[in-house]
């Protein structure tokens, strides 16, 4: 049951929504979709279901030449960001609506109902209307409807952005224990990097209408194939400063510099990009090698436990996530540390040269 993509993409009077992609998914598989908003998320979805028919390329379900095949005809189920229930009836003919469609023995329905109604804890509620029923216990009816469709292809597209926190921390646990033994393909839409690693599975990084990179997502996260795709799996965004290779040395700004070890040896000497997540930037030197960096402190962000800061380094804008509420002078210089172990060096292009020692010893 793969779902293949061949050179799809989808125009939409003259603007390009979706450029040239391909893609394979494999069957039980879960694959993130993660970029920010408008990057094509939600237009590669609806490729997917058979909502819209591709400008060029050809879609493969199992084998067959789906494209331009209707959703109706296809093994799909889909769940929204908005909570899509039917109003008048109960939560328990709401989750056995497919079921009936395709003709299952009553003896059927009512044994699935239960268990999916169970695993979203809706035992208690079936029969109640959905209008009677939380945000949360909304959604969670509509995740049971599709996970009783027994499809081969589920869509999930930002199904817990409008739930409470609580409740998205337990749902994101649950969902891949749910579903990994349905054998489907998930595809799971997120503007959230932080929810794309809770998930696991794969993840295809969107930019602009283009998958910028597809794999294993630890691999994915540890080593971005390019800047772009850096910055997208990563929140806040990745931060970047130009630095040279020269004679075996790396030189940064601020007079600071750092041997080329192991793969950064090879690199022939230039100009480059030094990138680096928000949570390796540091107020105080934790390692001896580590860099330091004047900057100015821009703005802070306090968030329970953490606090951003915004610092101005040269003219550019760094973040850094710090642990613990710092109280700090806006305007004021700051000294930023950097391990240079947490690294990462890309071309001008954008290209990466060189994953971050860390990553690449992961």
Aim: glycine share 8%.
């Amino acid at each position: 049951m793969s779902l293949v993509f061949e050179g799809v993409s989808k125009a939409v009077d003259g603007q390009v929504h979706i450029h040239p992609t391909d893609l394979t998914l494999q069957p039980g598989t879960m694959n993130v979709l993660l970029g920010p908003t408008l990057s094509g998320k939600t237009s590669l979805m609806r490729l997917m279901a058979g909502l819209d028919v591709p400008n060029t390329g050809r879609v493969i379900w199992n084998g067959d030449d789906v494209t331009g095949m209707r959703v109706q005809d296809r093994g799909v189920a889909m769940v929204y960001q908005q909570f899509i229930n039917y109003p008048s009836m109960t939560v328990y003919d709401n989750i056995a609506s497919p079921m009936r469609l395709l003709g299952q023995s009553r003896d059927e329905i009512d044994a699935s109902v239960r268990k999916a109604a169970e695993l979203m804890q809706l035992g208690g509620m079936l029969d109640r209307k959905p209008l009677e029923l939380s945000g949360g216990q909304q959604q969670r009816c509509a995740l049971a409807r599709a996970l009783v469709k027994d499809a081969g292809l589920v869509l999930l597209d930002e199904p817990l952005a409008n739930l409470d926190y609580k409740l998205r921390e337990e749902l994101r646990a649950e969902i891949p224990k749910i579903f990994e033994e349905a054998g489907s393909i998930f595809v799971y839409a997120t503007t959230e990097p932080e929810e794309a690693l809770l998930l696991g599975g794969n993840v295809a990084t969107l930019w602009e209408g283009r998958v910028t990179q597809f794999g294993p997502t630890p691999s994915v996260y540890r080593k971005p194939v390019d800047a772009t795709t850096a910055r997208v799996f990563s929140d806040p965004p990745m931060n970047f400063m130009n630095i040279r290779k020269s004679d075996g040395m790396l030189l940064f700004s601020n007079n600071q510099t750092a041997p080329a070890t192991d793969a950064l040896a090879q690199v022939p000497d230039g100009s480059y990009m030094a990138g680096f997540r928000p949570n390796h930037l540091e107020l105080s030197r934790h390692v001896e090698t580590a860099l330091e960096f004047k900057t100015k402190l821009a703005v802070t962000e306090i968030t329970g436990s953490e606090t951003f800061v915004h610092l101005d380094h040269e003219g550019e804008r760094w973040v850094g996530l710090i642990h613990g509420v710092r109280n700090l002078t806006l305007g004021s210089q700051v000294e930023a540390y950097l391990d240079p172990a947490h690294v990462y060096i890309f071309a001008e292009s954008g290209a990466l040269v060189a994953p971050a020692a860390y990553a690449a010893a992961a």
